[in-house]
């Protein structure tokens, strides 16, 4: 009983990447061209997200910073903090402003926010993409669920990767697929599309 239920999760999740490939390859491919147009313009990616989202952001930012799976250049790209590093002597940071302070901080215009936010309802994250709006940057949004108060604050020249399931644990395995794709997908368009070895 335990084994068929485990082998249902790897069963769900099998499928839901491959409907997504059909659905979000657009929308990747979009992103990896907003992020393309940031780094080579000597700007920076700031990426944000909640609960588990804080170590796909982290993730992220370490497999761009670093290499993904071949070498290159460094590309500049943070992790934004989650710990109310960015409070005030006064006291703690309101935890909604987390995010905003820290795009309003360190975000200039041509830099691109990505954000992660699976069931597209997360305050500090709606927050950080008005704060990157005032900055003019691009935003690309990772979501599930209809994408939620995030999809709709995003404006025509962001991006949206909107994961078509409703379970957040399957939104987030897509989601980190989805990084990979983008990580690899710039690679690609700086150093060539040399296959990786398997």
């Keep these: ?49 909640n609960g588990a989202s804080v170590a796909l952001a982290q993730h992220f930012a370490a497999t761009f910073v670093g290499p993904f799976e071949r070498e290159r250049p460094e590309l500049a790209a943070l992790a934004l903090s989650t710990d109310g590093a960015a409070g005030s002597a006064q006291g703690e940071l309101e935890p909604r402003q987390v995010f905003a302070r820290q795009v309003r901080a360190l975000g200039l215009a041509g830099d691109v926010l990505l954000t992660l936010s699976a069931d597209g309802q997360s305050p500090s994250v709606l927050a950080a993409i008005e704060a990157a709006h005032g900055r003019d940057m691009t935003v690309v949004a990772l979501t599930g669920r209809g994408g939620g108060p995030v999809g709709a604050k995003l404006r025509e020249t962001d991006v949206h990767v909107c994961v078509p399931h409703e379970r957040l644990a399957r939104v987030q395995e897509v989601h980190i697929l989805v990084l990979h794709c983008i990580c690899d997908g710039v690679d690609a368009q700086l150093l060539g599309e040399q296959e990786v070895p398997t």
């Design 1 to 49: 009983m335990l084994e068929q239920r485990i082998q249902q999760h790897f069963i769900d999740s099998a499928d839901l990447k491959y409907q997504s490939a059909q659905v979000l390859g657009g929308a990747i491919a979009a992103a990896v061209q907003a992020l393309m147009a940031c780094v080579t313009s000597g700007c920076k990616v700031l990426v944000c997200g």
